[in-house]
């Protein structure tokens, strides 16, 4: 994939339509995304040497589906639809951190990480790249105490794509076949302490949204609200 198309697909995500390869993209948010009244706040700006070493350290790594790794990172959207509705759980309560200190490794779950945003929005491209006008309904629903500080590229695109993610981190080369162990552990940890259920998602599917958000079918024909299709 080219920079560029990257670029300008990420830059109608926030409105943005006139973008070049090299130079910034300057953002403008509507008032009601930021608490504080500071019109400074309302804006922010996507510097391009930043953005561009960001695109290609992405493209550089792998991945497997919707699972994305480095040697020494490993990130999949899970399952987030029990976080709404369950009363113990709030977005105020992630990230969830975990850390196997003898083995030197860090389980995080919570909003995805840049890297995994723009690994998404890569793959989006590649399948559908009319999705825009979706993200932007999403956009225009992101609420200002899900943003409660200085507005930047890093804190907002998080909240548009609006999922959960594991992310594992170690501190010595690990292979994938050693994350996905990991990952399995984890989740059965998760889900014998909490008893809530921790699914990974399977792939991008692209139906119908509704008024807010975009509307996707579990196998059980079950509305869920995401760009995911459900892991089967």
């Not at 953005?51 to 990172?73: C, D, I």
């Not at 999922?163 to 889900?191: A, G, H, V």
């Not at 998602?201 to 079918?217: D, E, G, P, V």
């Amino acid at each position: 994939m080219e920079y560029l198309a990257f670029k300008q697909y990420l830059g109608k995500i926030f409105g943005v339509t006139e973008v070049t390869e090299d130079q910034d993209i300057f953002v403008t948010l509507d008032s009601r995304f930021i608490s504080r009244r500071d019109s400074e706040n309302l804006s922010f700006t996507i510097a391009n040497d930043e953005l561009k070493e960001l695109f290609l350290k992405v493209t550089a790594a792998s991945f497997n589906g919707l699972e994305y790794f480095t040697n020494s990172t490993y990130e999949i959207a899970v399952d987030q639809d029990w976080y709404r509705y369950h009363p113990s759980f709030h977005r105020a309560d992630f990230p969830v951190v975990a850390e196997d200190t003898a083995n030197h490794i860090k389980y995080t779950l919570g909003f995805p990480s840049i890297e995994y945003c723009t690994f998404l929005i890569t793959q989006i491209i590649e399948i559908q790249p009319v999705l825009v006008p979706r993200f932007r309904h999403v956009f225009d629903f992101v609420s200002s105490r899900d943003i409660n500080e200085q507005p930047t590229f890093q804190t907002v695109l998080p909240q548009i794509i609006h999922e959960l993610t594991l992310k594992i981190e170690t501190q010595s080369p690990t292979s994938y076949d050693s994350f996905r162990n990991y990952k399995t552990s984890f989740s059965f940890q998760f889900m014998y302490r909490s008893n809530l259920s921790l699914v990974e998602y399977s792939n991008i599917s692209f139906n119908a949204y509704s008024s807010r958000k975009i509307q996707l079918h579990s196998t059980f024909n079950t509305p869920i609200t995401s760009i995911f299709g459900r892991c089967r």
